[in-house]
């Protein structure tokens, strides 16, 4: 049976297109249920018993949710307890045009065998099938056809000759919806009616989003934020000017502050600055917001105090916190424009990891939950599992924030286990970084080579065979995954030919199938201290396409014939077949190279490579490529408690930046080459410079040395840094180049159709790109497919020339790249706690790094560690502080604290609270009398410099 329906269209060029749209009904649509006996199914999903204790429904059920009922309580959905359901396609299309989060959700269940949910084709079934009336909205269109679908379940289901019968319950918490569904005789109930009906299962209460009607349960009556404008005044205040709109960035270090970036014309951006409860007006990290500019006069300075919720407050109590927000002069010339919010155009919350902090009340059922991420705001929940859910790490999400509640409402969502345990906190390390970590599906595996693999005839007659060339690799120790190995021979007219070699990872994953899908959403592999979240399987990750010694392999290789001032003569680009010699680590490349015994080809090799890189790396220093510094450790691991045993900063060698130089070379001649032959739809990485006013801190640090750093260009930078010393002070000038890495921009990934800025600053090369790990980067792996198509060596597919589908896909690289990183740095303080747990109390020398209003932030480069002293304490009178913003200084009590001046702090962990584990820094000198020494979360921060 076939319906056809006709609309016409304008197109984009102003003409009309006609469109017929056919529409079949089909016979063959099953219902999925092992009862039924009328359906011709070979495989069922919805069970016989479908049995849940409850005190509404005493009989099997199937539930039937509509769409918002998925929207809104998908983690009731989640949940192990609710099993069969059924899942219409009215259903499901709404849920993947209103949340694509919510729909894979979705999908993961009613791919889930153990839950047995199932799709229903209702808008195909002959019989569930409905056109939508004259007047009637496609709202209350597909609300009908779900009443509709249900009617035909309940009938459907009614006919099958068991004596058990089988109900459908429709779950929704629509009035009108439910109201005319008890007309048509169907079952229905809200979902929270349903939930609270599960008398075996009480805990699933917890479970339940509070929607709408219930929200005011939990709050006072008193009025606290100011009114969130409608979207329709909003959006008349954007076009006219009023508002602006931009992302709120909540501050780390101070719970009263945000920041709202205003996306302006190109690159222009604004920053508004949010100070204050009611400024804030109920806005969360991320979210979407309008905010509307102050008078001029009403303009602030950034506070320079470290702020931080210490405990619940009662919902009347702000105007305290308020004050000390405000307290201290703040020059004229730092105030920035600053504003208020006035509504949220778009909601950005996501799952939240923490731990819950109960209420002191006995048989308190309400409970504030505290966010992992300092940026979060504590969250209201409501559970009767509170005994239990005490120290453990839980999910928590949030369902609104009424405008007279200090807090956000949310409930519960799942356990991650208990706090301190190491792969529990891994796991709230990756959920709070929104690193996929999911075991690979069966599908992508599918896609894997079977083994065992072989390089075949076919594969050989379209490669270079490179396998009797000197090849080597050169990695950190336990390197398993081998992106890249080089060699260096000498060629009979006197030059030299040296190839990098880097795994043809692309051969294996083809586009568009699901090992390519998984691999581009996931965009990086993550390191974290002794575990490794891998982008592709580890079949390909550390052997197929790992370059290990002595086994065959496919590579994509570089090769260029270089003379011997190092300047390149020739380049080209292969698919090639090689057999590495020899994986070294560093070091051992290093003895190598160093030792005059050693004349084997392999070290003969290495030789060769290591004098043309430090003639390479002379050149591109010249040109103004910047070498910045940041303090790098290491933690060795015990491979069996996974704790940290030792800590050591890592050390580089000669042959660290020998790899790196001929990284870089590819890396340029790849980039320079995809672009001439695509020049829209290059995926290439670039490196703004910063705006100067980035740079005032630097210039401050400097000119209390009496020193001046010129900061015009990267040659000026990198010139004025290398003059900077201080007699006596060997460590300054680290210091410095620590202080300049903060300075400096994110690279990022862009297409280069859509941009007109390539340069990257931080390298000195006008253009650049990433083709060098393929196996841990998704970025190289399209760079690869480029090349690949480039020298025709691959075919093209639509995708690979789609500016903006690949401008997309960067803007997802950028992101998990940000977010692998955060994700590391974490992972390593973690690992810090833990080393100083089972060393005690540590008394270390450090450097003050940054002045605040209140506390000092210290460096201790023997742990690269950086934390707070805070100068202030609760329970205590504060010492005198005077701040002086334009030194910077802090004086206390009479001392005189300046950045850069060397302290000594006590470093140790304070255990007493599991569910705040923390480091604690104080002074130990200078000696001031008086002073009392608040404890401090200290954070580890290494910003690196981009290759
Ligand atoms: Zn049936």
């Not at 015994?597 to 430090?614: C, E």
């Not at 060795?636 to 000669?654: A, F």
Request: aromatic content about 6%; charged content about 25%.
């Amino acid at each position: 049976m076939l319906k056809s329906k006709t609309f016409v269209k304008k197109t984009r060029s102003g003409g009309i297109m006609k469109i017929v749209r056919e529409h079949y009904l089909r016979d063959d649509i099953w219902c999925g249920s092992e009862v039924c006996t009328e359906c011709k199914q070979e495989e069922t999903v919805l069970q016989k018993d479908a049995c849940i204790e409850s005190n509404l429904c005493s009989f099997p059920h199937y539930l039937l949710p509509d769409t918002n009922i998925v929207l809104s309580q998908i983690d009731i959905l989640e949940d192990p307890l609710i099993k069969n359901v059924i899942i219409l396609q009215t259903v499901l299309q709404e849920v993947r045009h209103r949340s694509a989060p919510i729909y894979k959700r979705l999908k993961d269940i009613l791919h889930d065998k153990e839950k047995h949910f199932y799709t229903f084709t209702n808008e195909h079934h002959r019989e569930t099938y409905i056109e939508r009336e004259q007047g009637e909205s496609a709202n209350d269109r597909n609300d009908r056809a779900i009443r509709i679908s249900t009617k035909w379940y309940s009938d459907h289901l009614n006919n099958t000759p068991t004596d058990k019968r089988l109900k459908v319950v429709l779950l929704t918490n629509d009035r009108g919806n439910k109201e005319k569904a008890e007309e048509s005789g169907l079952l229905t109930y809200r979902c929270e009616e349903y939930v609270k009906s599960l008398i075996a299962n009480p805990e699933l209460v917890d479970r339940l989003a509070l929607t709408n009607d219930d929200k005011n349960e939990i709050t006072s009556s008193k009025v606290l934020f100011p009114e969130h404008l409608p979207l329709s005044r909003i959006q008349s205040g954007i076009k006219s000017g009023t508002f602006q709109q931009g992302t709120f960035r909540a501050s780390r270090d101070n719970y009263l502050e945000a920041t709202v970036f205003v996306h302006g014309e190109g690159d222009d951006s604004t920053e508004v600055l949010i100070q204050g409860l009611q400024n804030l007006n109920r806005a969360v990290h991320q979210d979407l917001v309008a905010v509307e500019i102050l008078p001029l006069n009403q303009w602030v300075a950034p506070s320079s105090v470290v702020l931080q919720d210490e405990g619940p407050k009662e919902d009347d109590v702000t105007e305290e916190e308020e004050a000390e927000l405000k307290s201290g002069p703040s020059g004229a010339a730092s105030r920035k424009p600053t504003g208020r919010v006035v509504g949220i155009i778009k909601r950005n919350w996501r799952p939240f990891c923490g731990m819950l902090f109960l209420s002191q009340i006995k048989e308190a059922t309400r409970h504030l939950f505290t966010p992992a991420d300092r940026r979060i705001p504590r969250i209201r929940i409501e559970t009767r599992q509170a005994a239990t859910l005490a120290g453990q790490r839980i999910m928590v999400a949030v369902d609104g924030w009424p405008k007279h509640s200090r807090y956000p409402n949310g409930h519960f969502v799942r356990s991650l286990g208990s706090a301190g345990d190491n792969e529990t906190e891994t796991e709230v390390l990756l959920l709070e970084h929104d690193v996929p970590h999911q075991d690979f599906s069966q599908a992508v595996l599918s896609f894997l080579p079977k083994m065992p693999w072989n390089i075949t005839e076919e594969d050989m007659a379209v490669r270079e065979d490179l396998r009797n060339l000197t090849v080597c690799s050169v990695d950190p120790p336990g390197c398993t995954d081998i992106d890249d190995a080089l060699h260096c021979r000498d060629l009979p007219n006197g030059n030299q030919e040296v190839g990098v070699h880097i795994a043809d990872v692309s051969h294996f994953i083809r586009p568009g199938n699901a090992m390519d899908l998984e691999a581009a959403n996931r965009g990086t592999t993550v390191y974290l201290t002794g575990r490794r979240i891998d982008m592709v399987p580890e079949l390909l990750s550390s052997n197929l396409c790992s370059l290990r010694s002595s086994v065959e392999r496919l590579a994509f290789s570089c090769i260029w014939e270089i003379n011997d001032k190092a300047e390149i003569v020739k380049t080209r680009f292969t698919k090639s077949v090689i057999n590495s010699k020899a994986s070294l680590t560093y070091a051992e490349a290093q003895m190598r190279i160093d030792d005059a015994n050693m004349n084997d080809d392999t070290t003969k090799s290495l030789r060769g490579l290591n004098r043309l890189a430090k003639i390479l790396k002379k050149r591109r220093i010249e040109k103004g490529a910047l070498t910045l510094s940041s303090p790098e450790v290491r933690f060795h691991i015990d491979s069996e408690t996974h704790d940290p045993i030792d800590l050591q900063t890592k050390e580089l060698k000669e042959t660290n930046s020998m790899v790196e130089e001929f990284m870089l070379l590819a890396n340029i001649s790849v980039a320079q080459k995809i672009y001439d032959e695509f020049s829209e739809c290059a995926l290439l990485r670039k490196h703004p410079a910063p705006p100067p006013s980035n740079y005032d801190i630097l210039n401050k640090a400097a000119k209390s040395k009496d020193l001046v750093i010129h900061t015009d260009s990267a040659k000026a930078l990198a010139d004025s840094l290398d003059a900077a010393q201080v007699d006596g002070f060997p460590y300054f000038n680290t210091l410095l180049r620590i202080l300049a890495t903060r300075c400096m921009m994110q690279a990022v990934y862009f297409c280069s159709g859509m941009d007109s800025d390539f340069h990257h600053y931080g390298l000195a090369s006008p253009i650049y790109t990433h083709f060098t790990s393929p196996i841990r980067r998704y970025s190289d792996i399209i760079v690869h497919r480029l090349l690949a198509v480039a020298i025709g060596a691959d075919s093209t597919y639509p995708d690979l020339m789609d500016k903006h589908k690949q401008s997309a896909l960067c803007n997802n690289l950028n992101y998990r790249h940000k977010m692998a990183q955060y994700a590391q740095r974490a992972s390593v303080a973690y690992h810090t706690q833990l080393f100083f747990k089972s060393r005690g109390i540590l008394n270390e020398e450090g450097f003050i790094l940054f002045v605040r209003k209140n506390a000092i932030i210290v460096l201790i480069p023997k742990f690269g560690l950086e934390g707070t002293v805070f100068f202030e304490n609760k329970d205590k009178p504060s010492p005198k502080l005077i701040f002086n913003e334009e030194a910077p200084s802090l004086t206390v009590e009479g001392h005189s604290f300046n950045m850069f001046d060397k302290v000594k702090v006590t470093i140790s962990l304070d255990a007493s609270n599991v569910q705040h584990q923390k480091i604690r820094m104080s002074l130990v000198e200078p000696v001031i009398s008086g002073v009392s020494v608040a404890p401090s979360e200290p954070e580890v921060k290494r910003a690196k410099l981009d290759r």
